[in-house]
């Protein structure tokens, strides 16, 4: 599949507000890796300042907005390679909202949301309605089996996010790195009966037989490949998809297919789309 | 290139896929892997590891050309001697030892002195940090992960002491070797099946600040993909994209 579309739809990069000396040496590993593994976009977000002014989820407005003007910045310089999600608190409410509607205006191609409050509370409820009608997909992030509180985050499991993925039945959500911690197992379970929410791959985890179970609850359709902060585990997880038995056209999916479907029309490039329109002419076939 | 970090058999907290020598076998040579130090994954959670070890034995037997047995040895047990010798008589080039699962903190004699004899021996005595990431862990796995204290300790008490460590990752790694003189953190090898490669690039800040001779190629396998360290290795950056790693046969002696 070498030279196909593989879209990271899970990245993250930082700004000279994030309180790390080295913040351009990770953007830039991550564009050098990136070119290595083939990524030809990174849908990617910066969380605030990443602790330095406000906790990474708990970002405060003015960290918001900072680093979604950075995200935003970081799209123009690098053309198609790098997409950007619209980052909000829901906290934050009707300015929630205009962040949104500001940063779409300006290029945005979803939303994403961290751990600053569960994902089935009410408060999501209206930037879920507005991504829907604006055809955005919702990264949240996810604690794979949450049995308790855990410190710095408000986190929210599979089950959580499945309440409010069936209040918006017309909203794309995407789960969070199934590798990023926690029980994906149960994950599975929670989701699999629900068809608007995705499995994004990504996370350090690398248990053999997580891609497998992962196939197995939603199928091809529903799968994401996605790095997030290791983009080796990326890569073998790549690897591993080819060889535990997925067809060259449910890989093209899982690459960038699924993505070209769920993000709106035009945010990748012409072959990503096609091979994506290709494969549900197939399915619908 | 050998891989340090494998294992046979069943794990009790969770499913894995089909954990047979035959296919582990069959993975090396996907994954261009000469061979494997194997241990036996349930001895880890047996409190008697005789009879793991006597499975070992017997499942690598067809496949010695590739697959090397690393055996348990507890050292707080009756008699570990015996399966000391036996891993020696065996050809073993190293032997393992579960420090947390059985209750043995940094400092505990009975770990020194296997370590030192193991050493002596000529065996490489392989600690293992983790099976599992902390935050998946069944309820009932509460053995928490080997310390960098335990490790120290082992690479300063033992003189004769050749300690590989799996699964750690670089917080643990420079937590070990900068509480060490050099001549202490010469008996100290680190697996990479755990340590991040890019954005962070702990791999490649590793292999700079500490040297890629203290690291030796090792996956997880059947817990994790095989595919991660050769991806980790593959994503480095260019000045040290011809890197070399110890050379696991070495820190075995002659074996």
Redesign the interface.
């Known amino acids: 599949m070498t030279g196909a579309p593989l879209v990271d739809v899970h990245a993250h990069f930082y700004h000279a507000g994030c309180g790390r000396a080295d913040w351009q040496a990770v953007n830039a590993a991550r564009l050098r890796a990136g070119a290595r593994v083939g990524i030809t976009c990174h849908v990617a977000s910066i969380l605030g300042s990443f602790g330095h002014t406000s906790p990474t989820y708990f970002a405060s407005p003015a960290d918001v907005r900072r680093a979604n003007d950075e995200m935003l910045a970081l799209q123009a310089a690098h053309g198609a390679l790098v997409r950007s999600y619209v980052h909000v608190n829901p906290n934050e409410g009707e300015a929630a909202l205009a962040e949104i509607a500001r940063c779409v205006a300006r290029g945005a191609i979803g939303v994403k949301l961290a751990a600053s409050r569960r994902a089935d509370d009410a408060l999501l409820d209206p930037i879920a309605a507005d991504a829907g009608r604006r055809g955005l997909p919702v990264l949240h992030h996810i604690w794979q089996y949450r049995r308790r509180e855990w410190g710095g985050q408000e986190a929210s499991d599979g089950a959580e996010l499945g309440r409010l993925a069936e209040r918006h039945p017309g909203t794309s959500f995407i789960l969070a790195h199934i590798g990023g911690g926690g029980d994906y197992a149960h994950t599975f379970h929670a989701v699999r009966d629900l068809p608007n929410v995705y499995l994004d791959l990504s996370g350090s985890g690398v248990d053999r037989g997580m891609l497998d179970d992962a196939l197995a609850a939603v199928g091809p359709g529903r799968l994401l490949w996605a790095c997030d902060v290791t983009i080796e585990t990326g890569l073998a997880k790549l690897r591993a998809l080819e060889v535990i038995g997925l067809s060259e056209a449910d890989l093209a999916l899982v690459r960038a297919g699924n993505a070209a479907r769920i993000f709106p029309a035009g945010s990748f490039d012409e072959t990503a789309r096609s091979e994506a329109r290709g494969r549900r002419e197939e399915i619908t076939a | 290139m050998l891989d340090v970090h494998t294992y046979i058999g069943a794990y009790p907290f969770?499913?894995?896929?089909h954990p047979d020598p035959e296919v582990l076998v069959r993975v090396l040579a996907?994954e261009g892997v000469e061979g494997a130090w194997v241990g036996h994954l349930p001895s880890a959670f047996y409190r008697d590891p005789t009879h793991g070890n006597a499975a070992l034995y017997a499942a690598l037997e067809r496949h010695r050309d590739t697959l090397a047995p690393a055996p348990c040895v507890r050292p707080d047990w009756p008699g570990w001697q015996r399966q000391l010798r036996e891993a020696v008589d065996r050809g073993a080039p190293a032997v393992r030892a579960y420090p947390p699962q059985w209750g043995l903190a940094a400092g505990h004699p009975d770990m020194r002195a296997l370590a030192d004899a193991a050493g002596e021996a000529g065996l490489a005595l392989v600690l293992t940090v983790r099976f599992?990431?902390v935050?998946?862990r069944h309820w009932m796995d509460g053995a928490g992960d080997l310390s960098a204290a335990a490790v120290r300790d082992l690479a300063r008490a033992c003189p004769h002491a050749r300690v590989v460590v799996c699964g750690a990752g670089r917080e643990m790694i420079e937590e070990t070797v900068w509480g060490l003189t050099p001549a202490e953190r010469a008996r100290v090898w680190w697996d990479i099946s755990w340590i991040?490669?890019?954005?962070?690039?702990h791999?490649a800040h590793l292999l700079r600040t500490v040297g890629a001779d203290r690291f030796v190629y090792g996956s997880g396998?059947?817990?994790?993909?095989t595919?991660?360290p050769?991806?980790?290795l593959?994503?480095l950056?260019d000045e040290l994209a011809h890197v070399s790693l110890a050379d696991a046969r070495g820190i075995a002696g002659a074996r």
């Open positions: 969770r499913h894995l896929p996907r599992e990431d935050r998946q991040w490669g890019p954005p962070e690039d791999l396998w059947p817990l994790r993909l595919q991660t050769r991806a980790n593959e994503l950056p």
